[in-house]
């Protein structure tokens, strides 16, 4: 009796992600035969698996799954087989910035477009620029895109070619705005204005800081006749030993430095540590009884503190200190309103319509700049400039005064920054709704 010829045959497999290990459901599974011309397409279910009951034949069986790379197996299947396991490699993550073509300025709730250009990818990914103009596409398929940006401000977006064959953290996409009418005059006006309010607010930062002039802490002064108290002590007798009340002293000296260098931004941390390494010189002579080390450490110690004592340009205590970074901070966002408005000016791209929103700048971003220093008052950081890195103090008044600039002068930035802190502190992430 002859064997009954097979006329279908099961085929499962199990669809994983190739990273994580873990089963995917929802896969697109087909199972082509294109000897007799049959297709047929199936869903992984909810553990990831999938099974096919087909005519015995040669089959080619492919995995996709938006977000993944498609991934395909082939062969000629006679008899009933398990274990056709797919793994599939997640996409690449695509992040960028939309952009005004000419001002260069970020553009928000834009709608970006990706589109594939190789025929395995077959559908359409969407997303939105949030309120700094950044956008992500999160598990993008590897091969080549097309990216259109849209908005309601702006001329149809040219499709740009992407080749996303890695994660891209930083890509930039272009949009020009729609033309509106250039008002010279408008822009002229606002130029002068504020280049005006520049300058007399340099004039009145410099009649302030020369009518309320810095004084110098009242520590400070007790701390620099203490030292000069026992330096004339030393200097009158043969040994330090001799002096019955050094050792008093150098304890209350030790004492007041301790409120100051706690209490007070005065002093940066490198002078800091010069003033920590001289009293420990000052200790170790007075413990050895050398008259020479003795003096010397005092001497240097009056140096350093007195350097204080003259009265600076900057206001270091509070609240003084406060208003000096929101002069800085004006200044900053001053500059940068006059050198937009003579880029926009230059290149007749000066629309009255901006006008609510440099006057909102001016007001806001130097509060907002205070907002950061304050902040980063609080730690110490490095700045990294090419190969070499410089740790920046903000209790030092000419730093502070520094970054305050350049903060305001950049405002989208600093807005950004100001706007992730928030959503870290409140533990609440924008979310920008993608397909």
């Not at 008093?248 to 941390?269: G, R």
Request: aromatic share 8%.
């Amino acid at each position: 009796m002859s064997a009954q010829p097979i006329t279908e045959i099961t085929i499962k497999g199990l669809v994983l992600d190739k990273e994580k290990k873990q089963p995917l459901s929802h896969v697109t599974i087909k199972a082509i035969n294109q000897e007799i011309d049959l297709e047929i397409q199936k869903k992984t279910v909810q553990d990831g698996t999938y099974e096919f009951r087909l005519p015995p034949g040669k089959w080619k069986i492919t995995a996709s799954q938006p977000g993944y790379e498609l991934v395909e197996l082939e062969g000629e299947f006679k008899a009933d087989v398990s274990g056709q396991d797919f793994h599939l490699p997640p996409g690449c993550n695509l992040k960028g910035t939309v952009l005004w073509n000419t001002s260069k300025e970020r553009v928000s709730r834009a709608i970006v477009k990706a589109i594939p250009l190789e025929n395995q990818i077959s559908y359409v990914r969407y997303t939105q620029s949030d309120g700094d103009g950044d956008f992500d596409f999160s598990m993008l398929e590897k091969g080549k895109w097309n990216l259109v940006g849209m908005h309601e401000g702006s001329l149809p977006g040219k499709p740009v070619e992407v080749n996303v064959d890695k994660d891209i953290p930083n890509f930039s996409l272009y949009l020009d705005r729609r033309m509106g009418t250039h008002d010279a005059r408008w822009g002229w006006g606002f130029l002068i204005i504020i280049s005006l309010l520049l300058v007399s607010m340099v004039l009145l930062y410099i009649r302030l800081h020369a009518v309320y002039r810095p004084e110098p802490d009242p520590q400070i002064k007790v701390l620099a006749n203490l030292l000069a108290q026992g330096i004339k002590e030393v200097q009158a007798l043969d040994k330090p030993s001799d002096v019955k009340t050094l050792a008093v002293l150098v304890a209350t000296v030790n004492d007041t430095w301790i409120a100051i260098s706690t209490n007070t931004k005065i002093f940066p941390a490198d002078e800091k540590k010069i003033v920590n390494d001289l009293l420990a010189k000052l200790e170790m002579g007075i413990q050895q009884d050398e008259k020479t080390s003795v003096l010397a450490s005092l001497e240097a110690l009056k140096l350093s503190i007195e350097a204080r004592m003259v009265s600076g340009f900057f206001w270091i205590g509070e609240p003084w200190r406060f208003l000096e970074v929101l002069f800085w901070g004006l200044a900053g966002i001053l500059v940068f309103l006059i050198s937009q408005t003579g880029y926009y000016l230059r290149w007749e791209r000066f629309y009255i319509q901006g006008l609510p929103m440099h006057i909102s700048q001016a007001i806001t971003i130097p509060l907002i700049a205070l907002v950061f220093v304050l902040l980063l008052s609080q730690v110490s950081f490095n700045l990294t400039l090419t190969d070499s890195t410089v740790q920046l103090d903000i209790s030092d008044p000419r730093i502070l005064a520094a970054v305050s600039f350049v903060l305001a002068s950049q405002p989208w930035d600093l807005i950004k920054f100001l706007r992730r802190t928030s959503e870290s502190l409140t533990g609440k992430e924008e979310t920008e709704p993608k397909k």
